[in-house]
């Protein structure tokens, strides 16, 4: 049930994002893939886990420089971020243990971090030059 919350609820986000207007400028994206980072750290917190707060903590740095380059460079970039953080969420549990992930939690991000990923591949290819910086 959870990937097909995240799916829809993906969905919900991407469209909305597009008749809003808000995809129109080139952060709306990199701004999402910093959101999706930060939970995890929400996580270590609600958890009380100081290890997997300093562990996920590092994580999300690499995240957030990915989000910052892919701004400022090539939104290619952030298509395979949130990907990328997708697949990390099947693999999250066998690098850290963090005891506040919901157990349906590693499902619905995948699952809503691909969908969003796609969503953004399929802008890019029909918006050229959308994906580089002027």
Known sequence: MEYLIGVGLAGVVCVFALLAGFDRERVFYPTLVTVIATYYI????????????????L???????????GFKKNLWLIVATLVGHGIFDLFHHLLIQNPGVPVWWPGFCLSFDVIAGGFLATLLMRRSGFASKA
Request: charged letters at 5%.
């Open 42 to 57: 929400l996580f270590a917190v609600i958890g009380s886990s100081t290890r997997a707060l300093a562990l996920e903590s």
């Open 59 to 69: 994580i999300v740095g690499a995240f957030l420089a990915l989000a910052v380059a």
